[in-house]
């Protein structure tokens, strides 16, 4: 199984980001899926998640109302869509699948990890 996130960067206060999590070497449509991410010097968070066809979503409430979390099974990949960052949106961003729930789970419930792409944002 491979995540391969992808899509982050530096970016200015009140700007935009996309982030693409491509999926492979297993059947993704069957995956509940999150985003998390990690600040230097904090634990690892939840950001956002979705269950298995994506009609059931959760977001963590530093990010409800600017972030979006959508997945397209047709093509093995889950995107995080970022509006209006923040400074402290700042972390690195990791995308993670859960082989065991179809619905919205758990950090601690996911079994495979992708590195994480570096989101910055400039204040």
């Known amino acids: 199984v491979q995540l391969q996130a992808s899509g982050g960067g530096l970016v200015q206060a009140g700007g935009s980001l996309r982030l693409s999590c491509a999926a492979s070497?297993?059947?993704?449509?069957?995956?509940?899926m999150g985003w998390f991410r990690q600040a230097p010097g904090k634990e690892r968070e939840s950001v956002a998640r979705?269950?298995?066809?994506?009609?059931?979503?959760d977001y963590a409430d530093s990010v409800k109302g600017r972030f979006t979390i959508t997945r397209d099974n047709a093509k093995n990949t889950m995107y995080l869509q970022m509006n209006n960052l923040k400074p402290e949106d700042t972390a690195v961003y990791y995308c993670?699948?859960?082989?065991?729930?179809?619905?919205?789970?758990?950090?601690?419930?996911?079994?495979?990890w992708g590195k994480g792409t570096q989101v910055t944002v400039s204040s």
């Open positions: 993670a699948a859960d082989r065991r729930h179809t619905t919205i789970t758990t950090m601690g419930d996911m079994d495979y």
């Open positions: 070497g297993l059947t993704f449509s069957t995956y509940a």
């Open positions: 979705i269950s298995f066809r994506g009609g059931a979503t």
